[in-house]
């Protein structure tokens, strides 16, 4: 029996997407789109004298793997640095290329482990923390 693509668990988190609402007065904002998918996500962010994020807002159009994506990063995106959020990309990535045996310390994003062997659904996948780090790089 083959496992279904979306497991519960991807969807529930799809239909989650923490910090949907408009950010007033950004420090940094992007607007990405996956030339390998089309899926698009804007992420504006407020951040610290740290550079830490201390508000963010997003718009996400993708399929459900890309908006799990965008639950998982935005449920721990406050208070994360861009080194956090950089490193993330970094594990999630080698993971899905098969690389490593984990996805690194970002949490849930095991949950995504059905999309591995999908890798026309990868850009949707990374273009949550890609845009989160084009949004920090924006408030530079």
Not at 28 to 37: K, M, N, V
Not at 56 to 84: D, K, P, W, Y
Not at 96 to 114: F, N, Q, S, V
Request: charge should be negative; glycine fraction near 8%; proline fraction near 6%.
């Amino acid at each position: 029996m083959i496992a279904p693509l979306y497991t519960r668990d991807i969807l529930r988190l799809a239909a989650s997407i923490p910090h949907l609402e408009p950010l007033a007065d950004p420090d940094g904002e992007a607007e990405l789109r996956s030339p390998t998918c089309g899926s698009r996500m804007w992420v504006a962010v407020r951040l610290d004298e740290h550079g830490r994020v201390t508000a963010l807002s997003q718009r996400v159009e993708a399929c459900a793997f890309g908006q799990a994506t965008a639950a998982l990063m935005g449920q721990h995106a406050i208070n994360s640095s861009r080194e956090e959020a950089a490193s993330a990309l970094k594990g999630l990535s080698a993971w899905l290329a098969g690389e490593r045996e984990d996805p690194g310390a970002w949490p849930g994003l095991a949950t995504l482990a059905p999309a591995r062997l999908y890798t026309g659904r990868h850009g949707a996948i990374l273009l949550p923390f890609h845009t989160l780090l084009a949004a920090i790089d924006a408030a530079s």
